[in-house]
DNA sequence: CTGAAAGCGCTAACAC
DNA sequence: GTGTTAGCGCTTTCAG
């Protein structure tokens, strides 16, 4: 670990014989007044120290930091989620293809009664915020208030004026029931994950919507709380047709607690979808490859990461004012959907 | 987005009618020598102002960043990963709770091209690295020599000496490999990740190493590449039992493959553990809820990257030279492996 | 075409 | 007890 002295612009100065501001200059290729000479002088010293600018200095010196914040809430293992991990691979890939790097921290308790999200503008440490899983109990994002570049990814918060970008999940929500609909399923039931986050409220608005416009209705009876995990899933369906045997098809908020809910139905008896449908929300990659494959609502997630990240830049560079945005979503039918077969309990009302 | 005028220590010294010097005493608390007097009345200014010390500042004067760098390979949105995932959320926990934040880098060709990585310690991005998902291709990681504080995470690299914290992946596959001889398989395929990571090498040693000694052997023929995806995870296992249908259990290098392997294999109409025995490694949280559930080596994973982490930090501060270590791994019994069969053709070598 | 000097916000010797 | 000053490494006026 024999850390060898850094080269600081100083030895360079010195070594190519010309002054800070020259090295500086030539650095930055504000060199138009800069001789041939000089600046080939001053590039070898460079090349020949291996000396790079610090970045410390430089930001410190024009006030920004060149990172970007992700800031993600605290749940089993923040980072082992697939939704976040996509959403963090097209921020990451974006903030880079624009030279910015990402810092990624956890919004627990300890941590935002501490202050430290305020912290990470206020000790500049990043340029931008990016929440992630963000719900309407969050009141911690109204510290942003409107002089801070920030923007909620792939949700809103109701209540707070903030940035966002996100998928259209009321839309989501249609196409699901539609679909359900259109295979003749009359019983429907519904595992929804964290109430408090507002895109989990635009689905069922969209999903009851369909369902109330065709006189089928969405009874208390029919829902269950799938907590967005894979065991909540199971569990939750589970709930379900045992309270009603007479379900058909389930629409479950999230892919995770869909292939949940399949993994509960079989401990059940219950096969996919012979004896019930079940069509989930996100279409993780993993959809493909459940036992059926996952009929499910495609979302895009990644471009929604990307795009958020694009627009926080815009926003910091001030060539945006205020972002709000919802991209498109659609439907992508595999295994895990059919019609319910005749003459049983759940063909009929 | 009214960005009011940060508020430097400058303003607090002023608004304190105290000096520079004394504020910045005061809230380092190398305040012994201050009255109690003036410490109150800077602290008041201070909470008045809302000040808090630009970090880069510090950071410019301390020469440390207080950051710690994540070198992730390029994958399909590298941060999607499960098991990438479960690293970073160690790595990030284990940061925090030291007052380090996590920067996250892709270590791409044009990255790597560009010498991003080595910029990272010259330009004073971070004080320590961990690389994850390094391969014995990766020979950049020479370029950290031995004057920097990185370390490889969970994997080593062969002919390059750097500090690193792993799992004992040779054990894992020495566990495998006792677990199905013991339930009576003779001819078990294998489905490997990328041959160039070391721990791979590693695994099958380990693996072999059983069979070898219980006069089984392991040709080419029950052998096939995984690619560490589900995808082909599916592909390997169809191609080994077309190969040789006698094959009656399957080591999976991980738990993706192994969950395609067995989606697969119920594809040719076999039925998993009935037909063909699965077991995979990692023990990922999904291991538990495919059908059937699956029989994995459990891997500390989340053990490795705050360890790691841990040991980085004391390498950082000197409290530590070298850093070498090997986690325990151990047996997870669920729903995939059986016995085989009696008088099926596996049964006889 | 080039360099001296100020300043970004902070810490720490060293006075007083 | 408290303040002055230099300096961390860089960029950028402003002179020359």
Not at 4 to 30: F, G, P, Q, W, Y
Not at 260 to 274: C, E, F, M, T, Y
């Amino acid at each position: 670990m024999a850390k060898r002295k850094a080269v600081s612009i100083k030895d360079v100065a010195r070594e190519s014989n010309a002054s800070l501001t020259t090295v500086s200059l030539v650095l930055n290729n504000r060199d138009g007044r800069i001789s041939r000479a000089t600046r080939e002088r001053v590039l070898s010293a460079v090349e020949r120290l291996g000396y790079r600018p610090s970045r410390l200095a430089q930001s410190l010196q024009s006030q920004r930091s060149g990172f970007l914040g992700i800031l993600v809430p605290q749940l089993r293992h923040a980072f082992a989620d697939i939704y976040f991990g996509e959403l963090i691979s097209a921020i990451q890939e974006t903030a880079a293809e624009n030279d910015y790097k990402i810092i990624l921290d956890v919004a627990n308790p300890r941590y935002l009664e501490r202050n430290h999200h305020l912290e990470l503008f206020r000790r500049h440490y990043i340029d931008g915020l990016l929440c992630l899983g963000v719900t309407n109990n969050d009141t911690y994002l109204d510290d942003f208030s409107d002089d801070h570049p920030v923007i909620v990814v792939n949700n809103r918060v109701a209540g707070i004026d903030l940035d966002f970008v996100q998928c259209d999940y009321a839309e989501a929500g249609r196409i699901a029931a539609t679909h359900l609909c259109e295979l003749g399923h009359k019983k429907i039931g519904y595992i929804h994950g964290a109430t408090e986050v507002q895109t989990t409220a635009d689905l069922r608005d969209g999903f009851e919507d369909v369902l109330n416009r065709l006189k089928l209705s969405l009874p208390t009876s029919r829902t269950e709380d799938g907590l967005y995990t894979e065991e909540g899933g199971a569990a939750a369906a589970i709930a379900l047709l045992t309270r009603d045997p007479g379900i058909t098809a389930i629409f479950s908020g999230n892919d995770k607690m869909a292939i949940g809910a399949i993994s509960g139905l079989k401990q059940i008896g219950k096969r996919v979808p012979d004896d019930v449908s079940v069509i989930g929300c996100d279409d993780i990659h993993h959809a493909e490859f459940c036992d059926p494959p996952l009929t499910t609502i495609h979302t895009p997630i990644f471009e929604v990461g990307a795009r958020a990240c694009k627009l926080l830049l815009d926003l910091i560079s001030s060539k945006a004012e205020s972002v709000r945005e919802t991209q498109a979503v659609s439907l992508s039918v595999r295994k895990s959907t059919a019609a319910p077969r005749k003459g049983r309990n759940g063909a009929t009302q």
